[in-house]
């Protein structure tokens, strides 16, 4: 069973690995961890990096995202989660974007948070949890 | 006189208002999965103030690395680093 273990968990490593791709392997390090997308649209909302339309427009993009991803777990699936899952990384690209000259506190923040706050928005009983 | 004058009226905003019902229907249906993303690629390079226009396709290269075909002819690389930093560059196989 263990010489199992020790043939199964190395296979598990390297699939995570490979559906992070290069990204966001070295992450800076931060004194405050964001853990979940409220706590990011918050910090966005304070951010003096983006501007008030801007501002709209993501926060917009998020509820939009969101309404999608409660479909896909209520059973009216519009999109796979694998489009689901592009779809939250390209907003997060967008947001990044706007944040990595001009705040790069948050900026770190986001990069810690990336596919911790993924793994909530893809489990239905996480999901159901936090929205 | 003047009844005539608000059915001329009526008359008008009857197609008026039908039109605005037809395109509150279109608006109300679900974008689909590639105008999202094109739409949210070209945000990222206007972001870095490059010259695209609208997106006309995309690639999926690898997670987070995307190829973008842009209205302007210009085709980039939108990338995230292993910092977390998005990278927006002319793609170097079309070069």
Known sequence: MILMLLFILPLIAVTDDFDRGAALQSCPSVEEEIVDLGRLAAGLKKSKAVGVFEKLRLKSAIDDLLARLRGYHDGTRQYSMLELQQQYDVLLIRIAANLQHKDTVLHGQL????????????????????? | MKQLHLTARTALAIPFFGALLI?????????????????????????????????????????????????????????????????????????
Request: proline fraction near 5%; aromatic fraction near 8%.
């Open chain 2, 23 to 95: 395109a509150c229907g279109q608006a109300t249906e679900p974008p689909s999965h590639d105008e999202i993303m094109r739409e949210d690629l070209g945000k990222i390079i206007s972001v870095r103030e490059s010259n695209c226009g609208s997106v006309l396709g995309y690639t999926v290269d690898d997670r987070m690395d995307f190829r973008v075909e842009c209205e302007s002819g210009e085709v980039y690389r939108i990338h995230v680093s292993p910092e977390g930093r998005v990278n927006v560059d002319p793609h170097e196989s079309d070069n």
């Open chain 1, 111 to 131: 990069c810690n948070a990336w596919f911790m706050i993924w793994q909530d928005l893809e489990d239905p009983e996480r999901f159901a949890e936090r929205f």
